[in-house]
Nanobody, 119 residues
Framework: QVRLVESGGGSVQAGGSLRLSCTTF????????MGWFRQPPGQEREEVAT??????THYANAVKGRFTISVDSAKTLFLQMDSLKPEDTAMYYC??????????????WGQGTQVTVSS
């Protein structure tokens, strides 16, 4: 059974940094894609950054140059967030799935971790 567990959220002042982690359990995929998504208060969930099994990354325009997605050999997913802005305040979720299934939507999600940025 696949399970994802996020950690690392918290409260920070604008300009500060946070590092989110997403530990994966039960994944036995040889080719996988993972990503970070966020849902600001009262808004739809949006993609933040994704990474595939070859290390190819994609970032939303709003976070380019400030956030960095990475994954280690244990399939722990990270999101380094620098130069944080109040508009980055949201619940952050990690997601994972076989890359071939991602166009249809990720099937596996974490429970979320709150990030709050104050001005």
């Amino acid at each position: 059974q696949v399970r994802l567990v996020e950690s690392g959220g918290g409260s920070v002042q604008a300009g500060g940094s946070l590092r989110l982690s997403c530990t994966t359990f039960g994944t036995r995929w040889s080719t996988y894609c993972m990503g970070w998504f966020r849902q600001p208060p009262g808004q739809e969930r949006e993609e933040v950054a994704t990474i595939d099994g070859d290390g190819n990354t994609h970032y939303a325009n709003a976070v380019k140059g400030r956030f960095t997605i990475s994954v280690d050999s244990a399939k722990t997913l990270f999101l380094q967030m620098d130069s944080l802005k109040p508009e980055d305040t949201a619940m952050y979720y990690c997601a994972a799935d076989l890359c071939g299934l991602v166009p249809y939507g990720y099937n596996y999600w974490g429970q979320g971790t709150q990030v709050t940025v104050s001005s």
